[in-house]
């Protein structure tokens, strides 16, 4: 099972990026996933997560700029980040609930499982 983020890169303040994030390997179901993010020198944080259902919860320091949304059948969930800041600069990360088959057909279920981060970077 894999997690694989894209779509991070270097944009001027006030603009915009998409970030994906696909999970692969013989995953039974994903249910919430999420964006964590982490500033340099600073703990990681919660930026937005989606239920199964469609759900979300945001950060109040995001909400009105990102919006998070999932796409089932690709097995993929998506960040949209508008009006970005200098302060929204940082490595992000997504994170799944899964339950995923074993060889032998055994549902295994992990909660947060992580994939690599992609690093956003926003200059003044």
């Known amino acids: 099972v894999q997690l694989q983020a894209s779509g991070g890169g270097l944009v001027q303040a006030g603009g915009s990026l998409r970030l994906s994030c696909t999970a692969s390997g013989r995953i039974f179901s994903l249910n919430d996933m999420g964006w964590y993010r982490q500033a340099p020198g600073m703990q990681r944080e919660l930026a937005a997560e989606i239920t199964r259902a469609g759900s979300t919860k945001y950060a109040d320091s995001v909400k009105g700029r990102f919006t998070i949304s999932r796409d089932n059948a690709k097995k993929t969930v998506y960040l949209q980040m508008n009006s970005l800041k200098p302060e929204d600069t940082g490595v992000y990360s997504c994170?799944?609930?899964?339950?995923?088959?074993?060889?032998?057909?055994?549902?295994?279920?992990?909660?947060?499982?992580w994939g690599q981060g992609t690093l956003v970077t926003v200059s003044s």
């Open positions: 994170a799944a609930d899964i339950v995923y088959s074993e060889r032998d057909g055994t549902p295994v279920a992990i909660k947060d499982y």
